[in-house]
């Protein structure tokens, strides 16, 4: 029987934008996979204090993973039900991106469960 562990990664995180194709770390979020593990998303909440559409990008080991976007002053929750595993040492960072110079907080809430 695999012994799980969640995993929570968390907080509220000002954010100034440089445009939508320019994604830029959201402080210092990121979670390594121990190398003892293997990791798997299980959901993400995200919300956005801005007037204006940003996109939280999580990447695993530099590479784009899975893109949220978050509505002006909305929220979104996504149950991630297709189950992909990340391998043992797998870096997973979050970054942000939103319009030039558009200035916010975003909330973010990653589910993570470590087997």
């Known amino acids: 029987m695999m012994e799980a562990k969640p995993k929570i990664i ?3 995180f ?3 934008g440089a ?5 830029k770390p959201l402080g210092s979020l990121s979670y390594k996979v121990p190398a003892d593990k293997r990791s798997q998303f299980i959901y993400f909440r ?3 204090s801005s007037a204006e559409l940003v996109c939280v990008s999580v990447t695993c080991d530099g590479k784009p993973f899975r893109l949220f976007p978050i509505g002006a002053k909305a929220a ?4 991630l039900a297709v189950v992909e595993d990340l391998n043992p040492d797998t870096v997973v960072e979050v970054l942000i991106a ?3 110079a558009v200035a916010g907080n975003v909330v973010i809430d990653i589910g993570l469960v470590e087997i």
């Open 46 to 48: 995200g919300g956005n």
């Open 10 to 12: 968390c907080g509220v």
């Open 76 to 79: 979104v929750h996504v149950p």
């Open 19 to 23: 445009g939508l194709g320019a994604p």
């Open 98 to 100: 939103a319009p030039v």
């Open 14 to 16: 000002p954010f100034e």
